[in-house]
């Protein structure tokens, strides 16, 4: 959905305030039901799938049978409040329910550009829980960050402005409406012809007062004077000109409901899961497709050539008599005088009219075939020739692929062995390169615990020199003490400042004690340090994260070293902006894809988040590109 699409559909939904949200509903991952009451025992389903689309439905698909949590929240907060008014933000693709209940006012936004989110905030727009927690360049969709409720609409500047807006555009009068404006080509050619502009012309160049009465109409259209309907190239809550009306509807949600898919429910989905294809099976059926496609495709060019040439003389007086009237007349005004004389056989013929390409359609026979009016008759069948041959070259290029696929062997399923639980999953741990166990806490109790109970003669203690991080023991002799301190440096307050690198230091169990110095306090999970100890500097902080397949499958984590001996695949992290459970998302999606298609199926249950975010630091993380 596009903003002047959303836009119909606040206006059409605030038409039925007052309204009482009742129960909500979560269906997958991107999409959220809410049942709203209204008067006289009224009840609408809203609809969201963020990043796509809003609209009631007529409908919804059955509800998992234990509802997300995100779901569990927002009934929590929203159910049985008032909706107190549906607003846009400007132009933009982004829809606020304001909702009032007992003392206090929330807001449900949801946003319909790129990936989409759901947020729920406080009356100061102060987050509460967003569906998908990110962090942008310029704002932050987390909880506690207050969502800035901003939005552009170019209408709403003075006129004085908005001339001033088009005459510093360096764009096209189409291009600055469509995208300065944030409108879409199709509103934007739209606006261009309801103002009689050339769609080509310097921004600069045009009447700023023409155009901005246009926009101006075509919104006033689109909130009071709904006519929605489906065309051949979409959805509109307006008839746009020139397009191939296919179905009315009475309201434009009625037209979103008929024009999306349906939402397939849990059960449906489960029973439509196909049999899993082999790579080279897959890129068969594929070709399979394509050639049936190119056969489609010069089946009906053939016919065009064959009805333009049963119907020359015909055509050919139409490009004559459009190709002269366009030299002394527009395309709107040509095509007013095509409306007005719809008893003409010749104007009966033509359908639909492309001021932008000047052409025509025509209906021959039947079939739909496009004319460009300044060419002859010869060089438009020219054209269709060209594609047929076009799609003849390709049939023969997808036929001699086929022919050259040579079946893959089949391979023979290794036998995975999940990792047993033992003692230490519970800290966090390593195995270093040359085999010895690497444990450190998450928090200061597990600190506590590591230095007290598990802490031995022959161990080592490691801290990274900064405030705050995890009390390290390496359990025996290493000679890989560098990936002992990496991880100590990468699990510390460093990396939560933004800082590569930290000094480390390193003491004998004998040297750690929680005595304090008279008059001094040791704080839970801290530790007194006493004699020399071994120092490493300026130590690079880094973590990667991986699969384990042998000799048991498992998520590991820890220094890169370490790591990319043991796992099949692996990434590499470093400080940076995305929060852990995001950044356990990410990594999960890159493992992957890095694993063979065959094979992914068979880690499912073991690469989980929960599983992921074990291994990765606090604070904020990128995933560094190979």
Request: hydrophobic fraction near 45%; aromatic fraction near 10%.
């Given at each position: 959905m596009s903003g002047v699409d959303l836009r119909a559909l606040v206006a059409e939904a605030a038409d039925r305030l007052p309204l009482w949200v009742g129960k909500i509903y979560q269906f997958d991952a991107k999409t959220l039901g809410i049942r709203l009451n209204g008067e006289d025992k009224a009840k609408y389903l809203l609809l969201a799938e963020t990043g796509r689309r809003i609209h009631f439905t007529a409908e919804f698909p059955k509800p998992p049978k234990h509802p997300p949590g995100f779901a569990m929240l927002l009934r929590k907060h929203l159910e049985g409040g008032r909706v107190l008014s549906i607003r846009q933000l400007g132009i933009e693709r982004t829809m606020s329910i304001d909702i009032g209940k007992r003392d206090t006012t929330y807001h449900l936004i949801f946003e319909v550009f790129d990936e989409g989110n759901a947020i729920l905030c406080d009356e100061g727009y102060t987050i509460i829980k967003p569906l998908w927690h990110h962090r942008f360049r310029d704002r932050d969709v987390v909880p506690g960050a207050?969502?800035?409720?901003?939005?552009?609409?170019?209408?709403?500047?003075?006129?004085?402005?908005?001339?001033?807006?088009?005459?510093?555009?360096?764009?096209?009068?189409?291009?600055?409406?469509?995208?300065?404006?944030?409108?879409?080509?199709?509103?934007?050619?739209?606006?261009?012809?309801?103002?009689?502009?050339?769609?080509?012309?310097?921004?600069?160049?045009?009447?700023?007062?023409?155009?901005?009465?246009?926009?101006?109409?075509?919104?006033?259209?689109?909130?009071?004077?709904?006519?929605?309907?489906?065309?051949?190239?979409?959805?509109?809550?307006?008839?746009?000109?020139?397009?191939?009306?296919?179905?009315?509807?009475?309201?434009?949600?009625?037209?979103?409901?008929?024009?999306?898919?349906?939402?397939?429910?849990?059960?449906?989905?489960?029973?439509?899961?196909?049999?899993?294809l082999s790579r080279e099976e897959v890129i068969r059926q594929r070709q399979t497709d394509a050639i049936r496609g190119f056969e489609k495709k010069i089946k009906r060019y053939e016919r065009v050539v064959e009805v333009l040439y049963e119907n020359y003389t015909a055509v050919t007086g139409i490009i004559t008599a459009l190709d002269a009237a366009s030299r002394n007349q527009s395309w709107q005004e040509i095509e007013e005088v095509l409306r007005a004389n719809r008893d003409n056989a010749a104007a009966k013929m033509i359908h639909a009219v492309h001021p932008a390409e000047a052409a025509v359609e025509l209906d021959l026979a039947g079939e739909r075939v496009k004319i460009y009016v300044h060419e002859t008759i010869e060089q438009n069948i020219g054209r269709y020739y060209d594609q047929i041959k076009k799609f003849k070259k390709k049939k023969t290029g997808a036929l001699a692929a086929m022919e050259r696929m040579i079946p893959a062997k089949a391979r023979r399923r290794e036998r995975l062995i999940p990792q047993k639980k033992r003692w230490y999953h519970r800290f966090r741990w390593f195995i270093t390169s040359d085999g010895v166990l690497v444990i450190g806490g998450r928090d200061a109790s597990q600190n506590e615990e590591l230095v007290k109970r598990y802490m031995e003669g022959g161990d080592l203690f490691i801290h990274a020199d900064v405030h705050g991080g995890s009390v390290v023991i390496v359990k025996g002799a290493t000679e890989r003490l560098h990936e002992a301190a990496q991880?100590?440096?990468?699990?510390?307050?460093?990396?939560?400042?933004?800082?590569?690198?930290?000094?480390?230091?390193?003491?004998?169990?004998?040297?750690?004690?929680?005595?304090?110095?008279?008059?001094?306090?040791?704080?839970?999970?801290?530790?007194?340090?006493?004699?020399?100890?071994?120092?490493?500097?300026?130590?690079?902080?880094?973590?990667?994260?991986?699969?384990?397949?042998?000799?048991?499958?498992a998520v590991i984590g820890g220094p890169p070293d370490a790591v990319t001996g043991r796992a099949k695949v692996w990434v590499t992290l470093q400080p940076g902006q995305y929060e852990p459970n995001d950044i356990a998302r990410k990594v999960i999606r890159v493992l992957r894809d890095k694993l063979p298609e065959d094979e992914g199926k068979g880690f499912k249950g073991i690469l989980n988040t929960e599983a992921v975010a074990a291994f990765v630091p606090p604070g904020g993380s990128d995933i560094v590109e190979p």
């Open positions: 207050v969502y800035a409720f901003e939005g552009t609409d170019c209408l709403a500047l003075p006129p004085g402005e908005f001339q001033e807006m088009l005459a510093q555009s360096d764009r096209d009068i189409v291009r600055t409406l469509a995208v300065g404006c944030m409108l879409g080509g199709a509103y934007a050619e739209e606006i261009c012809l309801m103002a009689g502009v050339d769609k080509n012309a310097a921004a600069a160049d045009v009447d700023a007062g023409v155009v901005r009465d246009a926009y101006s109409r075509l919104l006033a259209d689109v909130e009071q004077r709904r006519d929605p309907v489906i065309t051949r190239s979409g959805c509109w809550p307006v008839v746009l000109a020139g397009e191939d009306v296919r179905e009315r509807f009475e309201t434009f949600s009625e037209a979103l409901d008929a024009f999306y898919p349906r939402i397939a429910d849990a059960a449906e989905k489960t029973a439509a899961k196909k049999p899993r991880f100590a440096a990468s699990y510390s307050n460093a990396w939560k400042a933004g800082h590569f690198s930290a000094d480390v230091y390193a003491a004998r169990p004998d040297q750690v004690s929680k005595t304090a110095e008279s008059g001094e306090y040791v704080a839970r999970g801290s530790f007194v340090v006493r004699g020399e100890r071994q120092y490493f500097r300026n130590v690079p902080v880094g973590v990667a994260i991986g699969l384990q397949v042998a000799p048991e499958v």
